[in-house]
């Protein structure tokens, strides 16, 4: 059974970073994709970035680039979002997601949907 732990989050001051965790286990290959995403107050849960665990290869979604990577260290599994320079947009639940269905090339999956399993979610709050 696929589960996925995260850590991390909390209260920021505006300008700080913060690191998330996602600690992944039960898949049987290296082959699955992993992804983050965060429903803000009153919004929709959106996919912001993602990592194809069989490559390394990663993705960040066009607003966020130069702030949030998306890494990973495979000898533990786990899976990390660096969040720099927070604002007072980014507070939000966010969520960690997992999945090993085979994508299309070049397919870079950020819809609730691509994704079996999930997180708890944790709380980002940028307060001064």
């Known amino acids: 059974q696929v589960q996925l732990v995260q850590s991390g989050g909390g209260l920021v001051q505006p300008g700080g970073f913060l690191s998330l965790s996602c600690e992944v286990s039960?898949?049987?290959?290296?082959?699955?994709?992993v992804g983050w995403f965060r429903r803000a107050p009153g919004k929709e849960r959106e996919g912001i970035s993602v990592?194809?665990?069989?490559?390394?290869?990663?993705y960040v979604t066009d607003s966020l680039k130069g702030r949030f990577t998306i890494s990973r260290n495979n000898a533990k599994n786990m899976i990390y979002l660096r969040m720099n320079s927070l604002k007072s947009a980014d507070p939000a639940v966010y969520y960690c997601?997992?999945?090993?269905?085979?994508?299309?090339?070049?397919?870079?999956?950020?819809?609730?949907?691509?994704?079996?399993?999930w997180g708890q979610g944790t709380q980002v709050t940028v307060s001064p």
């Open positions: 990592l194809f665990n069989k490559d390394g290869s990663t």
């Open positions: 997601a997992a999945d090993a269905r085979i994508r299309p090339t070049g397919y870079v999956p950020l819809r609730i949907e691509d994704y079996g399993a």
């Open positions: 039960g898949f049987t290959s290296g082959y699955y994709v």
